[in-house]
């Protein structure tokens, strides 16, 4: 069975300071794992996405991703987090086709 | 802006009743996917037509029913409205390439009372 889980549901900052956002997998099939920010009354941003070349993933505004199979998880991070990452991230499994999966979410808070 | 518009953007309706949500994809992208996304969840896949055709549907009823037409907008139908049907709902245009491109729009606010 496919499945994502972010393993937080909410991650406290201080500006400046690293982010890091868990999320782990489980796909039968080789996987393309995507994470998107959604801000409040926002649609869905792409920052990332793994489709089976670099293992190491750059993404926009300074955020970053690695795709590591032995421990079937896709890390979000950024070494130094903004005010204005505050919102809600959510890691996406597409397994081909339509049948893309998203986790329940993380919400980023980023203290001042 | 993305891009993709989606009316309206907040929504009233009673249980029982019929509701139509409307999506304008970016020219080009043929393909349209509909997610609902209850609070605090992530959202989840309703369906998706290509080409004016359904060709993929997650695990919603009958009820839940949507049409693409050939200048890229598309509508979300749903029947028999119930509580639980209270969600944000969001449309995704997507382009000949696939997953890569997915522009999400701004989603409707429907709230069932």
């Known amino acids: 069975a496919q499945s994502v889980t972010q393993l937080d549901s909410h991650v406290s900052v201080s500006e400046g300071t690293p982010v890091l956002l868990r999320c782990n997998y489980s796909?039968?099939?080789?996987?393309?794992l995507f994470w998107y920010v959604q801000h409040p009354n926002k649609g869905l941003q792409l920052l990332l996405k793994?489709?089976?070349?670099?293992?190491l993933v750059k993404g926009i505004n300074g955020f970053e991703a690695e795709f590591k199979k032995s421990e079937t998880s896709f890390h979000l991070t950024k070494p130094s987090a903004h005010m204005s990452d505050a919102a809600e991230y959510f890691c996406?499994?597409?397994?081909?086709?339509?049948?893309?999966?998203f986790g329940a979410g993380t919400r980023l808070f980023v203290k001042a | 802006e993305t891009g993709v518009t989606q009316s309206p953007t907040h929504l009233i309706k009673t249980r029982g009743q019929q509701v139509t949500l409307r999506c304008s994809s970016q020219s080009g992208h043929n393909t349209v996917s509909w997610y609902q996304q209850a609070l605090g969840q992530g959202p989840q896949f309703i369906f998706q037509?290509?080409?004016?055709?359904?060709?993929g549907r997650g695990n919603f009823p009958p009820r839940f029913s949507g049409l693409q037409f050939p200048n890229y907008s598309s509508e979300l139908n749903v029947n028999a409205l119930e509580l639980d049907d209270s969600a944000l709902y969001l449309c995704a245009s997507i382009p000949p390439e696939g997953m890569d491109g997915y522009t999400f729009g701004s989603g409707t606010r429907l709230t069932v009372v």
């Open positions: 793994y489709t089976s070349a670099a293992t």
């Open positions: 037509y290509y080409r004016e055709e359904e060709n």
């Open positions: 996406v499994l597409n397994t081909g086709g339509f049948k893309t999966i």
């Open positions: 796909s039968s099939y080789s996987p393309s």
